[in-house]
């Protein structure tokens, strides 16, 4: 039997008693004998649909079941229903009706819904929409590798294992076993200063942003954003209405010693420090001290945007920002969507103490917490050691896909292409000396089913700087090779027809 009619059987009886609900003079079974007939016609009730049982329609109703029964009768003989014995009573296969679907609005009409200043802020933010591309996107993790099986057996046990305290509205941070096995992971892989109530368990990392420009910005505040920087973030705390000032980026990271004149003084400072986004570069030990010093010198809060931290190759893991004071001014973020998987939407922040009580308060009454069989899955995957031997795998894997992707557009390095140095991370940056040529080749990549994305979107003041971010963990390794050495033809071509091929 199809989906479509089961459901049907679920939702009859409150639509007939809809209809049944209006004022008319008719008899209960002309008007039930009626509605169902004008459904079956237009469609409403596709063929083949079953019908609930008498009994049940007419308790559904609150009419007597002879009177269900006379609307069913008729409708049988006349053809538009049929009674199998044992198995109940289906709609005809008749040839009129189709289902009835609204009318497409016309593009005036679409035109004139105005949203929020705030909306059309977020949806500048957000650029044009997509489609999926294996090469290039960034911040895409190798889904090819993911372990499902065994992780989907996880998921099947605590299912099956899940308390009934569960199905009711928490406001604890998260599952405490997932909150003891990010502590742990992170006091050792990160030497991050916490305890796992400090452990705030939410939605994604933009959950996380979201949470920290409500609860610690007000509208026309300050936020120090790293330019270039990760759009993301930026995109959350314009929609909270905070003022980012662009601070720029060079070979040690973000400068505070160069943030622009005429801004107040900061209310949030938002970095990643480990692996700066999209540029590449790890801030060095004076950056960190002297923003932490900027930090408490303005009574501001750090973002630390610890992202793709574990992915470092051929050097040792950087220690967080946050761990290199006691009760420094730093709410740590991270995020599971690179390690493992996008569509797991479950991220954390480590507050300072000060801050966990009204987090998790406003988390649970703005968000509400979800996913605990998940949580609790995750967390058994991380005790169980399956989190470190993925994350050693994937940093093999990503290494020899970076290297790959390095070969391809081997032949346009030769001829002047730069790109980042690649100490870590899941993605290279390429970069070009004419936005004209990075317009072009974003175009005909896409045209060719590759995701280039533009160096100088990431920027809050325009022009910014031409470039490619080339994001390579998510991409199998025959398609890297095929994308890259279509981009380092077109880049040696400089854009002209020939690069189409």
């Known amino acids: ?133 294996e090469a290039f996107p960034p911040g895409v993790p190798a889904l090819d590798r993911f372990p499902r099986e065994l992780w989907q057996r996880l998921l099947r046990r605590h299912q099956r294992r899940l308390p009934e305290a569960w199905l009711d509205y928490r406001a604890e941070g998260g599952v405490a076993a997932l909150r003891e096995a990010l502590c742990d992971y992170l006091r050792l892989s990160r030497s991050v200063r916490c305890r796992p109530e400090q452990v705030l368990v939410v939605q994604g990392a933009q959950q996380g942003f979201e949470l920290v420009a409500r609860l610690l910005g007000d509208p026309g505040d300050a936020v120090w954003m790293e330019e270039p920087g990760y759009g993301g973030a930026r995109a959350c705390f314009d929609a909270a209405g905070l003022e980012a000032v662009p601070v720029p980026v060079d070979g040690e990271g973000l400068d505070p010693g160069r943030v622009p004149a005429g801004h107040a003084a900061p209310r949030l400072i938002y970095v990643t420090p480990s692996h700066q986004y999209p540029s590449g570069v790890t801030m060095s030990l004076a950056r960190r001290l002297a923003l932490l010093e900027a930090a408490e010198r303005h009574g501001a809060w750090i973002v630390e945007d610890d992202y793709d931290s574990e992915f470092r190759y051929g050097q040792r893991p950087v220690a967080a920002l946050q761990g290199l004071a006691e009760a420094a001014r730093v709410i740590y973020v991270g995020t599971l969507s690179k390690v493992l998987y996008p569509g797991l939407r479950l991220g954390y922040l480590v507050l300072p103490e000060a801050l966990v009580e009204p987090f998790r308060r406003a988390n649970a009454r703005l968000h509400r917490e979800a996913q605990y069989p998940v949580q609790a899955a995750l967390a058994e995957f991380i005790a169980a ?76 003041e325009a022009p910014g700087r031409p470039g490619l971010v080339l994001g390579y963990a998510g991409t199998r390794d025959d398609e890297i090779l095929r994308a890259g050495c279509w981009l380092a033809e077109a880049w040696l071509s400089r854009g002209e027809a020939a690069a189409s091929g």
């Open 1 to 133: 039997m199809e989906p479509v009619a089961v459901a049907h059987a679920d939702w009859l009886g409150e639509a007939l008693g809809i209809e049944l609900s209006e004022p008319s003079a008719l008899p209960l079974t002309r008007r039930l004998y009626r509605a169902l007939r004008a459904w079956i016609q237009a469609g409403r009730l596709a063929s083949g649909s079953r019908l609930p049982s008498s009994r049940r329609l007419a308790r559904e109703l609150g009419v007597g079941r002879n009177t269900v029964l006379d609307a069913i009768d008729q409708l049988v003989a006349e053809g538009f229903l049929l009674t199998r014995p044992g198995a109940g009573t289906f709609v005809a296969d008749l040839p009129f009706g189709g289902v009835e679907t609204p009318p497409e609005a016309s593009p005036e009409k679409a035109a004139s819904v105005s949203l929020s200043a705030r909306g059309e802020r977020l949806l500048r933010a957000c650029g044009a929409s997509q489609g999926h591309h």
């Open 385 to 460: 050691g399956h989190f470190a031997r993925h994350v050693r795998r994937m940093r093999d894997c990503y290494r020899r896909r970076q290297a790959l992707l390095r070969r391809a557009l081997a032949p346009a390095v030769a001829r002047g292409l730069t790109l980042s140095e690649g100490q870590a991370g899941m993605h290279l940056v390429a970069w070009l000396d004419d936005l004209d040529l990075e317009a072009t080749l974003v175009e005909r990549g896409a045209a060719h089913g590759i995701t280039l994305s533009p160096l100088s979107s990431h920027y809050l």
